[in-house]
């Protein structure tokens, strides 16, 4: 349970998407601070143990969602996002099952969105002193797909896009069209204009990058085109809702 500045009690739901995490899972949800209400761990299809793993795990917080077919991690978080708000969250972040993110950055994560500054806040590893951390084709290539997105997006100021450290509102999460986001590693962007769509305000809290023993199934050029998709397609939703002078759900 969070409050916020208001000193509501808010509750937290973190989820977790995982796909052949048997080594890094448990630490993963070991590490997540006693504040967060609600993990909802989301295994797609991993060919491995990690099913059995997530169920092994004795943390009572911890619910698993199964799904049979691996569909990527974009549907993954959106099946997690369904539960959480199932489960009354009143705001849910997104860690990776990688022990990717530093748990301690998780309030900085969240506060923007508890606080109600943002609907939706989103890490930003590049604005970290540590940012060489990241490999270098990594952050050169997240560092254009940021700038790709925000010029769709109208916020020139957007960076680190494909951060997946993140926090969104319950309300601004049941505006957002979940079946339609894109199923794989372009999810971040589409969710991002998805969520500029409805006018919902953004923040990009810095977090620190983690790069240790994990292996990413990511690879920048396989994700270029996808991405570049996704983008196009997102520039012409907005073309076609300015001619049609549509109204933004969530704008102020
Ligand atoms: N459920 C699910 N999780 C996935 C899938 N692909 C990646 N993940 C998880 O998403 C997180 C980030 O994936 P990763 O490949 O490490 O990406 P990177 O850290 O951005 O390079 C990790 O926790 C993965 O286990 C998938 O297809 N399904
Ligand atoms: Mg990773």
């Given at each position: 349970m969070v409050h916020s500045a208001l000193n509501e009690r808010k509750t937290l739901a973190v989820v977790v998407p995982a796909y052949c995490e048997t080594k890094l899972l448990p630490e993963t949800i070991a590490s997540i601070p006693d504040f967060v209400d609600h993990i909802v761990v989301v295994d797609d299809?991993?060919?491995?143990?990690t099913f059995e793993v997530a169920r092994r795990l004795e943390d009572p917080r911890v619910e698993v969602i199964r799904l049979g077919f691996n569909y990527g991690v974009g549907r993954a978080i959106s099946r997690g996002y369904e539960h959480a708000l199932q489960l009354g969250a009143d705001v849910i972040a997104v860690m990776a099952a990688d022990n990717q993110m530093d748990p301690d950055d998780l309030l900085k994560v969240v506060e923007p969105v508890v606080d109600e500054q943002a609907d939706y806040a989103k890490g930003n590893r590049l604005a970290h002193p540590e940012s060489e951390q990241m490999p270098a084709l990594r952050r050169f290539g997240t560092r254009l797909l940021g700038r790709m997105t925000g010029m769709v997006c109208g916020l020139?100021?957007?960076?680190?896009?494909?951060?997946?450290y993140t926090a969104i509102s319950a309300e601004a999460l049941r505006y957002v069209p979940l079946h339609k986001l894109y199923p794989s590693y372009g999810y971040p962007n589409d969710l991002i204009l998805r969520l500029r769509e409805l006018g919902a305000t953004i923040e990009q809290p810095v977090v620190r990058p983690v790069y240790a023993t994990e292996q990413s199934g990511l690879r920048i050029p396989a994700v270029i085109v996808p991405i570049s998709g996704i983008l196009l397609r997102g520039a012409l939703r907005r073309l076609r809702n300015r001619l049609a002078g549509r109204h933004k759900l969530l704008a102020a």
């Open positions: 299809g991993s060919p491995d143990r020139p100021e957007l960076d680190d896009s494909q951060c997946g």
